[in-house]
């Protein structure tokens, strides 16, 4: 199947500094992609739609100018926690839709997750 | 807007057992999917079974199946046979036909006894 890789798997760092995740598609072109947060022991909760080429679509509380999105090219989009603060902290985690092919199927493939740690 | 509930916080069940795993849905939606996926410690999100609204015949693959009531907005995941690789968290979503965007339910954690 599909591949998606996110990177780095684990991260910590400052309150107030920047972290930047990535999310590849390895094996396939995404036009699409999404960002989710996990907290602890909770679901998944949709906060990008990532769409390749144009501006991210923010979902209903997410701040934009503090998770920039960047879909700069069809295998890679990039997530972005701008002055981290500890209530950042979080599992981040991206999926991807194919060209053509996960909408038609309704799946879509995930990345493994990246743990933010700030402190 | 459409929301996705799992009743069952934690559920378990004894190795070669059956164990069917709740979930419904409010959508004023006439086309979209269900979904269940899986979460195991590794944190990767693996795809159990997929139905389509449209389809009556209930989705199955392998030890895995659910029963769609789309008049009820129900859709319970039934797994046969549970394997100790079974244990983890399995989320129920749903995707709108017309758009990727999934809304997860909040999680039913499987764990699965010798």
């Known amino acids: 199947g599909a591949v998606v890789s996110q990177h780095p798997s684990w991260v910590i760092c400052k309150s107030g500094t920047s972290v930047k995740i990535e999310c590849r598609s390895l094996?396939?072109?995404?036009?699409?992609m999404f960002w989710y947060r996990q907290f602890p022991k909770q679901s998944l909760m949709l906060m990008a739609t990532s769409n390749e080429g144009s501006k991210a679509t923010y979902e209903q509380g997410v701040e934009k100018d503090k998770f920039l999105i960047n879909h700069a090219s069809l295998t890679l989009s990039t997530l972005t926690v701008t002055s981290a603060h500890p209530e950042d902290s979080s599992f981040y985690i991206c999926?991807?839709?194919?060209?053509?092919?996960?909408?038609?199927?309704?799946?879509?493939?995930f990345g493994e997750g990246s743990r933010l740690t700030v402190l | 807007a459409q929301t996705v509930t799992q009743s069952q916080p934690e559920m378990s069940v004894q190795e070669a057992e059956t164990v069917t795993l709740s979930c419904t849905y409010d959508t004023s939606e006439n086309n979209y999917y269900l979904f269940w996926y899986k979460q195991p410690p590794s944190r990767q999100m693996i795809l159990v079974i997929r139905q389509e609204a449209y389809k009556q015949q209930n989705a199955t693959e392998n030890r895995f199946s659910v029963n769609f009531q789309k008049a009820a907005k129900s859709f319970s995941l039934k797994i046969s046979d549970s394997q100790l690789g079974d244990t983890a968290m399995y989320f129920c979503?749903?995707?709108?036909?017309?758009?990727?965007?999934?809304?997860f339910g909040t999680g039913t954690r499987l764990q699965v006894f010798p």
């Open positions: 999926s991807a839709r194919g060209l053509g092919g996960g909408s038609v199927t309704g799946e879509l493939f």
């Open positions: 094996d396939f072109q995404a036009t699409t």
């Open positions: 979503a749903f995707m709108n036909y017309n758009t990727d965007k999934l809304i």
